[in-house]
Structure formats: C-alpha cells, structure tokens
T-cell receptor, first 113, second 117 residues
C-alpha cells in the first residue's frame, strides 16, 4: 500500500530564507504527484502537478522536483515571505492513474517577519 | 479558474439528524471526491465518483452515502449523524485522465466544518 511521508511536521524560518519541504513515497510506480497549500480552516489550493515523466515544475517562487527511483519529491520555496505560512501537503497517484490520490499529513510552515 | 463550491462553511447538527453536504463544480469535471480531515489523521477519502450516477467507496465509507444525479453536483449524506462525524469535510473534482481514470490535477472546495452535538 502506498504511503506518503512528509518530514518535518512543522518548520519555522525567518523571512527571506530559501527552504525545502520534503515528501517521500514507498511505491515508485506513480502516475503523478501534486503539491497543495492549505491555510488554517480552509480548503486545499493546488500549487504544482508533476507527471511521472517530468523531473520538475516551476511556478513563480516555487519549484517542485520529482525523483521516482528514490521515491522523493521536494518543494523549494525561494525568498520566503510571511504570506507563505501555511500547511503544505503532497499527494501521489499510482500508475496507471485510475486510483485516488494518497496524501501525506503535511508540513506546517511558519515564516517569521 | 476552476471553482468548487460547498453549500456551507460551518454547520451544527444534532446526533441522529440526517445531514446533506452539497458540492458543485463549474468546470465540467468527470471526477468528484469527498474527504474528511481530522488533526493527526490527515485527509481520508470517503467516496468518489467518476461519472453521473456512479460511485466508489473510499477508505472510510461507513456511516456515509453519496449521490451524483448531475455531473456538476456531488452530495454527501450522513444518514444519522454521530459525534464522531464531527470534522472538516472537503470536496474535490478533477478532469478524467487521457485514458480514463482519475489522473488529472485535483481542485478542492473551501471545506465545511461540521459539528455534531
């Protein structure tokens, strides 16, 4: 059974730092991987989707990488801002893509001004 | 922009009541999902649907049912609400993948915080 782990569970950094959030998964036969952001008491906002054939995706200050063989993905946030404070979740979908997403429990990020 | 809306942001019900949670998406997505989210347990899939009138059980379907009579609307029903169903409920939708299936980017609604007293 696919398991998705995000370590650390919580992270606190000063404003302006570049930071990396980690996601690992046990079954490397994935169809795609999606990163989400969740603000307290709100729904999830899709940040980036990486297909299994891709190595990375970028959106603004965010860059997500995927290494299927090692079962890892990272979300890189450049020049962090207080507004980046939120919980970040990753989720994977197994090949051939007809199964629901499996979610990690998230990393709660605090960016201190 | 994809929009997924949920009928209520906050809901308070009494034990034993029948509860309806409604979800509507405006992007003609084939797939729709219901999750619940609890501290320490993360997101857990209750039910999903890949077409009108079709439904599949997720990881925790007990105590819930669903209805999908129209493509844009997916309803979650608690037949007899219990206190252990107090939770944040999240609806999501996605377009069907190229070869069918659930494989495209998934979009979420704002959530409904349900309290059962």
């Amino acid at each position: 059974k696919q398991e998705v782990t995000q370590i650390p569970a919580a992270l606190s950094v000063p404003e302006g730092e570049n930071l990396v959030l980690n996601c690992s998964f046990t079954d490397s036969a994935i169809y795609n991987l999606q990163w989400f952001r969740q603000d307290p008491g709100k729904g999830l906002t899709s940040l980036l989707l990486i297909q299994s054939s891709q190595r990375e995706q970028t959106s603004g200050r965010l860059n997500a990488s995927l290494d299927k063989s090692s079962g890892r993905s990272t979300l890189y946030i450049a020049a962090s801002q207080p507004g980046d404070s939120a919980t970040y979740l990753c989720a994977v979908r197994l090949w051939p893509g007809n199964t629901p997403l499996v979610f990690g429990k998230g990393t709660r990020l605090s960016v201190i001004a | 922009d994809v929009k997924v809306t949920q009928s209520s942001r906050y809901l308070v019900k009494r034990t034993g009541e029948k509860v309806f949670l409604e979800c509507v998406q405006d992007m003609d997505h084939e797939n729709m999902f219901w999750y619940r989210q609890d501290p320490g347990l993360g997101l857990r899939l209750i039910y999903f649907s890949y077409d009108v009138k079709m439904k599949e059980k997720g990881d925790i379907p007990e105590g819930y049912s669903v209805s999908r009579e129209k493509k844009e609307r997916f309803s979650l029903i608690l037949e007899s609400a219990s206190t252990n169903q107090t939770s944040m409920y999240l609806c999501a939708s996605s377009r069907q993948g190229r070869s069918g299936g659930l494989g495209n980017e998934q979009f979420f609604g704002p959530g409904t915080r349900l309290t059962v007293l």
